[in-house]
């Protein structure tokens, strides 16, 4: 007899080079009816029955007593050992049996389904060089088997079975793919898709693949995508298609063989991750990117329902790709309410052309030309909710190492918060944003706005606002195509001020959450700022975000000296002070925000411009005043130290620079002064350690006019998998270092903090062994330094910690001062892993002349922000690079941002100075 398909749904299309998949049979269009589900038996079944043939069927009862009732009405094809679900072959006498039968919920067809693949590219949002995410964890590949011996997945499969029913019956013909040939096979080699009759079928590199997008790790692999999204991670391959000769069945000659999974198989498989989980092998996520029929409203019946919520309720998320039928529904069993179902975007956030979308859809990640592993040693390309469900399943991975105190429903819960919501008709989706999850960072997720989207905020303090030269703006552009803003002392949003000759508004930019509401704020430096009569006195806005945008929520703050609270209310303008030249936010480890500003013009102790830091810690704006003089701070007030002139901070450090501290008789030497957040008892941090350069535990040696500390970075440390989040590593830049013969070339040196102390892990100029460069007259390598960790939550490496640093005065060819940008891994030796970045080279246009790139840089978890205030174009620019390009070798698109295109107003003086 004929036996149709019933609401089957391919969910993988591959390229020309890695195979073709069977047609797509028809699918039902919507969920059926109450009068047609009135009973237990779906009414297609009598339809194939009727002939007087029999159909396999998945049996579900009320408890498992009522099993035994039940396998009476046929054959037992399939019995399972926790889920109330016998599979049976069964006649049209058989399905009236069931029908009658006290205890049976519903009898459906055990119907054999393909994968859900269409074909795709690298996962963009990945975060670079995560070599160590989702230690910890394992994944379970419920799929086609995985190729044990693929370079990219082998060495960490952990456990394999099989699960490959055969049936006899010309309406199925299924033969089994587990390499022993029998219908279950469990043990080392039990999956391998890369032996047995899996090595001959084409179909059967779809596991090989998601498993690789899962937790592939390409270190040290030629030609191998960078990472999968969790490469750390275990991997459980288990086999669950059968091999089908049934013309019907795989949809026509052409398509005859195929490879298909029974429902059957399917559960068997989930009750293997059950077991293993209860073994004690950590599983986090079970991934089947397959499916079938379209649903619009959860299916609680389906066969795999109670094995499902059962590994749910042992910690383990199933996760299943929606469909790519193109339809506001998606398939089972992603229609189960415990579930995590998974529809894909393209790698700009639109909606894959072919995947299902809708209400029951929980998440949605890249799935369009994803790169992974192909059974051979080789890797391919494809598209489908095949390879979108896989990148859900690393990212539990990886969360589940970032916090492990985190249960299961708060995991899934954070992907959903921190995802990019994606609208379309009828719904809205959230899109996973594992870095967001991660938190990377303080500043890290710049959202102005909070609708998800990473905003940015860039300074041209140079412009001149309402007649007034140098007054400054600085100009919003948020994202997902939310529109342009502009910020100037000449808005009414900003109290107490008004755009003056010479304030330099946007002179420094910090990010942070001050009132923790979910939105980023925007702390703004006034370096240039009159205080009545004091010229360049300084001060600082703090300008907080709302979901009507930058400044229009929360009245915004001036802070000033002379006024408000704490140590501010007790100081006095002065005419040079500088306030805000500098600052440093974000939010400490004890979840406190906290922002400092610089003040390296104030005068005290009888001194000239020994300078100053105001610290504002906690959600109020009391602040505290720390100088030379204050309680344990390390260094001696002098004049003209400019303590203040620089400040970096990580949610364990504070470090603040004097760039023109003497050293003995050598002025301008420079040196910083280290701290932790824990507020002493003057309520200001306690110091850890006052750097400089005749240090003995620092190299080199202090020389006049070297400002040690003239640029500052840092970011959190990781050393090993157990470490807790309380190392920072600090980069300090040094653009005045010169040599005998060279002035000015600069270097930068990278010191690991402790919460009590330090080392120094390496100093690095062009002159270093193996650094590409070399010391030249006026190059000012470290006039700014950008440190990073592309994801926090894993161990530190040479590839996910890296340094950005500027070289402004670097010539290029005959063009000279063209600058450029230097790449450091912030372990390891520098040379092996350093990058240069410059126009021509990973940025846009060709090298000209006076353009100092290098002069402005920002770094978060997922780009490297260039300032470019000084090049070719009349107002200045500005680019936002993926470290995905610099660290991995991709080819994301780069974000530029110019005065006079795309919303931005033809206007500015020194557009790029800063950038959040």
Not at 224 to 243: D, E, H, M, R, T
Not at 414 to 438: E, M, Q
């Amino acid at each position: 007899m004929k036996k149709p398909i019933w609401a089957t749904v391919l969910t993988v299309v591959m390229t020309a080079t890695v195979g073709i998949i069977p047609a797509q049979a028809a699918a039902p269009s919507s969920t059926p009816g109450a009068a047609e589900t009135a009973g237990p038996v779906d009414p297609p079944l009598y339809d194939e029955t009727a002939g007087g043939g029999t159909v396999r069927v998945n049996v579900v009862t009320k408890n498992r007593a009522d099993l035994p009732g039940a396998a009476t009405a046929g054959t037992t094809m399939q019995s399972f050992e926790t889920v109330p679900v016998v599979t049976l072959k069964v006649n049209r006498g058989g399905l009236d049996k069931l029908a009658g039968q006290p205890g049976v919920v519903s009898v459906t067809e055990d119907v054999p389904v393909p994968p859900t693949l269409e074909s795709t590219r690298a996962l963009a949002d990945v975060p670079a060089g995560a070599e160590e995410a989702g230690r910890g964890s394992a994944i379970a590949i419920l799929d086609t088997g995985v190729d044990t011996g693929h370079p990219y997945v082998k060495d960490r499969i952990v456990s394999e079975a099989c699960f490959s029913p055969t049936d006899p019956d010309p309406d199925y013909a299924a033969t089994s793919l587990c390499p022993d040939g029998t219908a279950a096979q469990t043990g080392p080699g039990a999956a391998n898709s890369g032996a047995g009759p899996c090595a001959a079928i084409a179909e059967c590199d779809h596991g090989t693949h998601v498993a690789g997008i899962a937790a592939g790790s390409g270190k040290n692999l030629a030609g191998a995508p960078a990472s999968g999204v969790a490469p750390a991670a275990n991997l459980i391959a288990i086999q669950i298609f059968s091999k089908f000769s049934s013309e019907d069945v795989c949809g026509g000659p052409e398509a005859t063989p195929c490879v298909l999974s029974f429902t059957s198989a399917q559960i068997a498989g989930l009750e293997r991750v059950q077991q293993l989980k209860q073994s004690g092998i950590p599983v986090i996520a079970a991934n089947l990117s397959l499916g079938s029929g379209r649903y619009t409203t959860s299916c609680e019946d389906d066969p795999r329902k109670q094995a499902i919520t059962n590994l749910f309720n042992a910690g383990v998320a199933t996760v299943v790709a929606a469909g790519n039928n193109g339809a506001d529904a998606v398939g089972a069993p992603a229609c189960v309410s415990s579930a995590i179902a998974v529809g894909s975007t393209t790698v700009d956030d639109q909606l894959s052309s072919f995947t299902n979308r809708g209400q029951l859809l929980d998440l949605f990640a890249r799935g369009t030309g994803v790169v992974s592993s192909v059974p051979g040693g080789g890797y391919g390309s494809k598209n489908g909710t095949s390879m979108a469900a896989p990148y859900v399943a690393g990212a539990l991975a990886v969360l589940r190492e970032a916090f492990p105190e985190k249960n299961l429903a708060a995991l899934e819960s954070l992907l959903k918060s921190t995802g990019k919501p994606i609208t379309y008709t009828g719904a809205t989706t959230p899109r996973v944003d594992l870095a967001k999850a991660l938190g990377q960072g303080p500043g890290d997720i710049v959202d102005f706005n909070c609708d998800g989207r990473r905003d940015i905020a860039i300074a041209d303090p140079d412009a001149t606002v309402s007649g007034a030269a140098k007054a400054g703006r600085v100009q919003l552009v948020y994202g997902g195509g939310k529109g342009n803003g502009e910020l100037s002392q000449a808005l009414p949003i900003l109290p107490s001020s008004a755009a003056e000759a010479n304030d330099r508004f946007g002179g420094s930019l910090a990010t942070f959450d001050h009132n923790l509401d979910g939105c980023t704020d925007l702390a703004v430096g006034v370096p240039g700022e009159a205080i009545g009569t004091e010229a360049g006195a300084g001060g600082v806005h703090i300008v907080y975000g709302s979901t009507a945008g930058l400044g229009q929520g929360k009245a915004t703050v001036n802070l000033v000296q002379g006024s408000g609270i704490g140590a501010l209310a007790g100081m006095s303008a002065e005419a040079g002070d500088r306030m805000g030249e500098a600052l440093a936010a974000g939010t400490t480890i004890a979840g406190v925000p906290y922002l400092a500003m610089g003040v390296p013009g104030e005068d005290g102790g009888g001194f000239v411009n020994p300078g100053a830091v105001v610290y504002l810690h906690g959600t109020g704006l009391n602040n505290v005043l720390i100088n030379q003089n204050s309680e344990g701070v390390p260094g001696t007030m002098e004049s003209n130290d400019d303590f203040g002139a620089s400040l970096a901070g990580s949610p364990q450090h504070l470090a603040i620079g004097s760039p023109g501290e003497a050293i003995g008789s050598l002025a301008d030497a420079g040196a910083v002064a280290v701290f932790n957040h824990k507020l002493n008892s003057a309520k200001i941090p306690t110091s850890i350690a006052g750097l400089d350069q005749n240090l003995a535990e620092l190299q080199d040696g202090a020389e006049a006019g070297d400002t040690f500390g003239f640029s500052l970075s840092m970011t959190t440390y990781r050393p090993n998998a157990a470490a807790t989040g309380t190392e920072s590593l600090l980069v300090i830049g040094t653009p005045g270092e010169g040599t005998t013969t060279v002035n000015n070339t600069g270097r930068i040196d990278v010191i690991r903090l402790t919460p009590t102390g330090f080392s120094q892990l390496s100093g690095i100029h062009q002159g270093s062994t193996d650094v590409s460069g070399a010391n030249e007259d006026g190059d000012r390598f470290g006039h700014t330094v950008a440190a990073v960790s592309t994801n926090p939550s894993a161990v530190s490496t040479a590839l996910n910690t890296v340094v950005a640093v500027g070289v402004p005065g670097e010539d290029l060819g005959t063009a000279t001062d063209v600058g450029g940008i230097m790449v450091f891994g912030l372990l390891g030796k520098p040379g092996d892993s350093d990058v240069t970045v410059h126009p021509g080279r990973g940025l846009p246009g060709a090298p000209v002349t006076g353009e100092k790139v290098g002069n402005a840089l920002t770094a978060t978890g997922a780009f490297l922000y260039v300032g470019v205030p000084d090049g070719p174009t009349p107002y200045g620019r500005a680019h936002t690079v993926p470290w995905f390009n610099i660290i991995a070798g991709g080819s994301e698109p780069v974000t530029t941002y110019e005065p006079g295109k795309n919303g931005l107003p033809a206007t500015g003086q020194r557009f790029g100075a800063g950038m959040r």
